[in-house]
């Protein structure tokens, strides 16, 4: 297994409060290159919560995040993206009005030498990866909200893709998805894990789970029930740790 | 024969692709070339005369001006209500500058004078934009509260500066900016025309160019030269109208007699394009740049599309919000140089009932309430229209209750049939 040298991204001890609701209690998770680390518990159990943490979307109230091994400090989008982290989120984080090049290099655009976002260059490179991830992909001209569900998360993992993301988090990518379009999504993961990206995977499908993760780190009311090596466990043992909290007697890491 | 025949339909439908023009802009140009016309038509003649056109046209500039920068308001969610009161402050401190402090300072009439007057009103813009902007950005109040107080607070600080008095006589050169004063002859009116004219054919080009150079599909080559004659034709057709706009005989005269001299028998001149015009032009371009080609405008409609995605993207969406606002008090300081200009001195109760004005103008362009959509010349246009609309009645000798009552109507008109445009296309509502 690649699991062995320093992990790629830490999370120590996270916690954050809403009011009085401990949305995350004291979780400690990590990742390493070329993993793909699921995320699994019941709605409300706080895993969109706490990799928003480390995309810098929330700020955690205590623990720290370590990257290769340093201290990170993220306190915004833009400090997770310094850190080549790249996330596609559940609720699909796209502009409805602007086309697929505008989002795909949202907050990244390709200027002219006069300082001019090029249009022209964006949707070429826009054109080049979708090529790449979806060759059935062809409307470059409409706003992403003439887009299928499928369609759109293919920008959401383009842009992604496109700027070179070391760190992956993906939060329920199928979640909207037909099935054909749940294959291309499961066959990218194959790729990037291949090419050396750490991927963390929220996702409720346990026969994905299975198929697609190395460890699985299951939430329940905000904390850790536990991590186990996928290939040592039943879906079973994972269902149990979901529904019951009840950890395995074999293959926790 | 009501049916209409099928081989008719196919190549109109493929005209209007080939040219791809904006079929809101067309419908907003029709509108317009309806209401010249029926105006024409009831005063004889006397709406499209280039006497009534200049007059228009200088009395659209300041509301216009401030809609191009209501629009990126507006497509963020967000509204000004404050644009007529930040107008009013910022006339009042222009006015104390150049009528009482300036030439106390550097004595009547000196060059310095115009220039340092015109940086106070953008300073002073600028300023409460931005503060603005901060306590909707930072503090989280919502725009239509903080400008609603600041409809109530900045209009009646411009009181306390001036002390409610008018302020004028005012700086020679300053009342250039207002329009009749300042117009710049047919000469230079054609070389500027025939510039924009070469400008907006190159930008044309360009962009084709840019289209081959990735592979892109283009428009034939007669639709391209199209709307190349529709562009220059549309400059060159504003400045001709211009340009024969008589200088009545008596301005003529005492201009000669300023200049110590005596006019030749048989002279005429003309007014040409005026410089407030001009302004417009500029800004609804610069704007239009800004919206369509800059980092900051693509996030401006980013954030009105979607907030949570803007800031995941890294979109520092306060600080944005900061500019946007920051940007509409500059302009509304802009326009209070050419309302003040116009007028030719400082009153307590310049630009009141603006901010309806504008954003009216700018709703009735086609900017959506709900975000992120909206167009600078959409803007520009509505302007136009509302202020045709209003000067065409003035005209008929509609009474001013009347006025009011059309120009609402057609407000809450033009939105219901966008509604039913964006319906039909599928757009959301
Ligand atoms: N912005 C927020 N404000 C208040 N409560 C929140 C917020 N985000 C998440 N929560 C709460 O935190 C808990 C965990 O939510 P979440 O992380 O979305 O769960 P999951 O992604 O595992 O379904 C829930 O009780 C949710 O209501
Ligand atoms: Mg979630």
Known sequence: MTRQGKPLVELRDISIAFGGIKAVDHVTIDLHPGEVVGLLGHNGAGKSTLIKCLSGAYQMDSGAIYINGEKAE???????????????????????????????????????????????????????????LNPNFRKFKEPVKALSGGQRQSVAIARAVYFNAKILIMDEPTAALGPHETQMVAELIEELKAQGLGIFLIEHDIHNVMKLCDRASVMKNGQLVGTVDVKQVTDEDILGMIILGKTPDRGMV | MHTPAPQEAAPKRSLMQSLELDTRLLGMIGAFVVICLVFNLITDGRFLTARNIFNLAIQTVSVAIMATGMVFVIVTRHIDLSVGAVLAICSAVMGVLQVQLLPAYFGLGHPAIMPLTVLGGLVTGAVIGAFNGWLVGYQRIPAFIVTLGGLLIWRNVGWYLTDGQTLGPLDQTFRL???????????????????????????????????????????????????????????????????????????????????????????????????????????????????????????????????????????????????????????????????????????????????????????????????????IYGAVLGAIIMQSLQSGMAMVGVDAPFQNIVVGGVLVLAVWIDIQYRKRTGEKV
């Open chain 1, 74 to 132: 993220i306190r915004n989008p833009r400090d997770a993206r310094r850190y080549n982290i790249e996330t596609i989120y559940q609720t699909l984080a796209l502009a409805d009005n602007l086309d697929a090049a505008s989002n795909l290099f949202l907050g990244r655009e390709l200027v002219t030498p006069l300082g001019f976002v090029d249009d022209a260059q964006m949707e070429a490179e826009t054109r080049k990866i979708m090529g790449r």
């Open chain 2, 177 to 375: 900016f207002g329009g009749v004063e300042g117009t710049m002859g047919s000469a230079i009116s054609w070389g500027l025309g025939a510039l924009f004219s070469v400008l907006a054919v190159f930008a044309l080009w360009r962009g084709r160019q840019a289209k081959i150079r990735h592979e892109f599909p283009v428009k034939p080559l007669w639709a391209e030269g199209a709307m190349m004659v529709i562009a220059v034709g549309a400059i060159m057709g504003l400045v001709a109208i211009l340009n024969s706009y008589e200088i009545p005989i008596g301005r003529l005269k005492r201009q000669f007699e300023a200049a110590g001299e005596t006019m030749p028998v048989g002279y005429v001149d003309y007014y040409g394009l005026p410089i407030s015009v001009l302004l417009l032009i500029l800004i609804a371009v610069a704007m239009t740049l800004i919206a369509r080609r800059t980092r900051f405008g693509r996030y401006v409609f980013a954030a009105g599309g979607n907030p949570d995605a803007a800031e995941l993207s890294g979109i520092n969406t306060r600080m944005l919000t900061v500019k946007i606002f920051m940007l509409m008090g500059v302009l509304c300081a802009i326009s209070a140089m050419v309302a003040q200009a116009r007028l030719a001195n400082h009153t307590n109760d310049i630009g009141t009932l603006d901010e309806l004005r504008v954003i009216a103008a700018a709703v009735i362009g086609g900017t959506a309430l709900a975000g992120g959509v909206g167009t």
